[in-house]
């Protein structure tokens, strides 16, 4: 996650980023809904991730069948009590009652009765197993998904982020992994038992009679067709919600993260105006999708209602033609409901997945993007405590597109110790080679290297615990000003803590908070511009990394805090090697080494008074900021 804290210039940034919330939205980006995607492969996917669950899943689902069975029984027992007691009127009517009970055999009406409720506690037992050990599992599955999605955006180049909306990220982060938890928990055991019912109520029917099983069955189809055809337009209304969503977060991400900007550029009718559209999108696609949604449940009753109909035709016609028993009409009116009834609940269930399907298809994709090559082979190490910090750029060259090159043939060797401070207009590439230095990017051609040590050999865990870095965009996060200062490293003391800040002039202030250095830091309420800056080259002091990187750290300060910050940076790279941005030429007098670049490459090096000397871009630059208005 620490990789991206950097920046890079406007000009050199990709395309796809440029232009803000006004140019585009956020959705312009994305490709979540435009391209229909395969269930059936992230259906396997999820699978996958019940790992060791599996047998505990396969467990649930033999309870589910079981459970199912178990209830399938019932009908026919229930048809046979029918038997017994049309017998046993049969009797009275014939005059052949003999003895107490008037002919109706209740001995065995009992023992069927008892049976029943052995019968049906068992099978709650079993469907309430089922029902915990799939919850369960969902559960694990949603944790896990979690788990990679954060494994993952910490192995994602920045490329991607450079193309990918924050919103974006962040919605399938949290609401499409919410999204297929809570409709896999409702959906899955319902799904699972309905099936077993379904099948298994047409099996028990054609067993009981297969003339009425034909009738039964036969009267659903036309409902079966209808079902088929609904699933199929709504599916693509349910992706476009889920879709629509990212976009909608995407947006609300931006403005919220910028509302200064917006507010200051009188931008708010323009955002409320994309708002509005991204709205309007989520709200055709949620009602449709929820339309037809809700045509499920009247055609399921209906389905259940001419089922009815039928098998009540049908066996009356075979009881007085073939003598069938009246038990028999029993019994297929229960197992009508049986199989009635599990198919409303396939339907709803059917429903739920599809908006499970759009949240997964989402989340997969995300999981199924590049990553930066893996780096658990690489046996080379350049040790921070014993590093020297010689550094050296062979022919370096580098774009963010293959057909935009922004660095062309970058060659420089910088002493160990040297502070090189690096110059030049807008788009030149001047935080791209620290991008680079610090391998947030891979390089399209030439080396780079520390110490000898080409860096592409390190692992970047390894490079980055070479650098401190202070960037032009200061990063604090909630939690105490010691927190801060410390952020990722283990083992530093509170002294260290109080010498860093002490070094670049920032005891004094934070002595003055409620509770000093256990003051709770809420962002930008609590620091102004100047603070923040200082709190970050305290974190930078505190790595005490070898080589440091100053990433235009003075721009956004005012004159006097900008003299505090140029102090501390001082201190900073004092002994080290240092890489210094600056549009402030006034701030890089003091460099060992000012490289001038132009379009990519080196235009100029030398120190302040050897190219002010020259008269050249560098003594244009420097002169451009102290002319006259």
Not at 172 to 194: H, P
Not at 351 to 356: C, G, H, I
Not at 502 to 525: E, M
Request: glycine share 10%.
């Amino acid at each position: 996650m620490a990789d991206n804290n950097t920046n890079h210039s406007e000009t050199s940034r990709p395309a796809a980023r440029r232009g803000g919330m006004f140019g585009g939205g956020p959705g312009r980006a994305m490709s979540g809904g435009e391209k229909p995607k395969n269930f059936g492969s992230a259906l396997k996917k999820l699978v996958k991730l019940t790992g060791k669950l599996a047998p505990l899943c396969i467990f649930a689902v033999f309870a589910a069948l079981a459970g199912s069975i178990v209830q399938l029984v019932g009908p026919d027992k229930i048809g046979r009590v029918t038997d017994l007691v049309k017998e046993g009127i049969d009797a009275a009517v014939g005059g052949a009652i003999s003895g107490e009970g008037g002919g109706i055999d209740l001995a065995q009406i009992t023992s069927i009765a008892v049976f029943l409720v052995i019968l049906y506690v068992i099978g709650a037992v079993l469907t309430l197993v089922q029902g915990w050990i799939f919850a369960f599992a969902n559960a694990r599955i949603g944790r896990r998904l979690g788990l990679s999605v954060s494994e993952k955006i910490n192995r994602l180049p920045l490329k991607f982020f450079d193309t990918t909306t924050h919103g974006d990220i962040l919605s399938r982060v949290t609401n499409d992994i919410d999204t297929l938890s809570a409709t896999l928990n409702q959906s899955i055991s319902q799904l699972i038992g309905g099936i077993a019912m379904f099948v298994g109520a047409i099996v028990m029917m054609a067993i009981t009679n297969w003339i009425m099983c034909l009738a039964a069955v036969g009267s659903t189809l036309v409902g079966f067709a209808l079902m088929g055809i609904i699933m199929k337009r709504s599916q693509k209304y349910f992706r476009s919600n889920q879709s629509q969503l990212g976009k909608l977060n995407g947006l609300i991400e931006e403005v919220y993260s910028g509302h200064t900007v917006v507010r200051a550029y009188n931008g708010e009718d323009k955002a409320a105006q994309e708002f509005d559209g991204y709205n309007s999108g989520l709200y055709t696609s949620n009602w449709k999708s929820q339309f037809f949604s809700g045509l499920m449940m009247p055609l399921m009753n209906f389905i259940g209602n001419f089922g009815y109909a039928v098998v009540c035709v049908v066996g009356a016609l075979l009881v007085v033609k073939t003598g069938m028993r009246i038990g028999v009409i029993t019994a297929f009116m229960m197992y009508i409901r049986l199989f009635t009834q599990p198919l409303t609940q396939i339907a709803q269930s059917l429903t739920q997945m599809q908006s499970a399907a759009a949240a997964s298809e989402r989340v997969f994709d995300f999981l199924d993007n590049a990553e930066m090559p893996d780096e658990t082979e690489k046996t080379e190490y350049l040790d921070p405590a014993a590093a020297k910090g010689e550094v050296e750029f062979r022919g370096v060259r580098f774009g963010y597109e293959e057909d935009t090159p922004v660095i062309r043939d970058f060659s420089v060797k910088v002493a160990p110790g040297q502070k090189v401070a690096i110059v030049g207009p807008t788009g030149a590439g001047k935080t791209t080679i620290v991008n680079l230095l610090m391998r947030f990017y891979e390089l399209d051609g030439g080396r780079i290297l520390v110490d000898g040590t080409p860096i592409d050999t390190l692992t970047r865990e390894n490079v980055h615990a070479l650098f401190g870095m202070v960037l032009q965009d200061t990063w604090v996060f909630e939690g105490t000003v010691r927190e801060n200062v410390v952020y990722s490293i283990e083992g530093i003391k509170d002294e260290d803590v109080v010498a860093a800040c002490r070094a670049v002039g920032l005891d004094h202030f934070i002595r003055t908070l409620p509770n000093g250095y256990d003051t709770v830091l809420t962002g930008d309420s609590t620091l102004s511009a100047g603070e923040k800056q200082l709190l970050t080259i305290a974190r930078a002091m505190i790595e005490n990394a070898p080589l440091i990187i100053l990433d235009e750290a003075t721009s956004s300060v005012d004159t006097r805090t900008e003299l505090l910050v140029q102090a501390a940076m001082d201190k900073l790279s004092s002994g080290r090697t240092a890489f210094v941005i600056a549009h402030r030429l006034s701030t890089i007098k003091n460099a060992d080494l000012i490289l001038v670049m132009q379009d990519g490459d080196i235009a100029e090096s030398g120190t302040h008074e050897e190219l002010l000397a020259r008269g050249g871009a560098y003594a244009s630059l420097y002169n451009s900021q102290f002319e006259a208005v």
